[in-house]
C-alpha cells in the first residue's frame, strides 16, 4: 500500500528565450530548453535542489546547465552545442530529479509516521 503525503511536483516547459530563466543567451550553444518545477513546500523544493545541485555537467563545454530556486519554485535552464547533447543532459537531469524528489517524498512520509 502506498501513500502519497506529498503531492508530485508540477512542471511546466517554460519559453526558452525567456530573460527571466536565462537572461544572457549563449550564441555558441543554440539549442535551448527550460522548464520550471513546483514543489508543495519550500523545504521540500530545497532539499530536491541540493541534491541535483551537486553533480556538474560533464563536458561543459558542451552543456551548460543553470538551476535557480525560488521559495518551492525550481528553475532549470539548459543550453547546448547540438541537440543531442540537450537531449541527453536533459534526460539525464530529469531522471536525477525524478529520484531526488521520491526520495524527498520517502523522508517526508517517514517524518509523519
Given at each position: 500500500?502506498?501513500?502519497?503525503?506529498?503531492?508530485?511536483?508540477?512542471?511546466?516547459?517554460?519559453?526558452?528565450?525567456?530573460?527571466?530563466?536565462?537572461?544572457?543567451?549563449?550564441?555558441?550553444?543554440?539549442?535551448?530548453?527550460?522548464?520550471?518545477?513546483?514543489?508543495?513546500?519550500?523545504?521540500?523544493?530545497?532539499?530536491?535542489?541540493?541534491?541535483?545541485?551537486?553533480?556538474?555537467e560533464?563536458?561543459?563545454?558542451?552543456?551548460?546547465?543553470?538551476?535557480?530556486?525560488?521559495?518551492?519554485?525550481?528553475?532549470?535552464?539548459?543550453?547546448?552545442?547540438?541537440?543531442?547533447?540537450?537531449?541527453?543532459?536533459?534526460?539525464?537531469?530529469?531522471?536525477?530529479?525524478?529520484?531526488?524528489?521520491d526520495?524527498?517524498?520517502?523522508?517526508?512520509?517517514?517524518?509523519?509516521?
Amino acid at each position: 500500500m502506498s501513500v502519497d503525503l506529498i503531492a508530485p511536483p508540477s512542471v511546466k516547459v517554460r519559453d526558452p528565450v525567456d530573460p527571466y530563466t536565462h537572461p544572457q543567451p549563449n550564441p555558441k550553444h543554440p539549442y535551448t530548453h527550460s522548464l520550471q518545477v513546483t514543489y508543495p513546500s519550500a523545504d521540500v523544493a530545497l532539499t530536491v535542489f541540493r541534491s541535483v545541485s551537486v553533480d556538474e555537467e560533464i563536458r561543459p563545454e558542451r552543456i551548460y546547465r543553470h538551476l535557480r530556486l525560488e521559495g518551492s519554485v525550481m528553475h532549470c535552464f539548459f543550453s547546448a552545442v547540438e541537440l543531442h547533447f540537450l537531449r541527453v543532459s536533459v534526460s539525464s537531469f530529469l531522471e536525477m530529479l525524478a529520484l531526488a524528489t521520491d526520495t524527498a517524498a520517502q523522508f517526508s512520509l517517514s517524518q509523519h509516521a
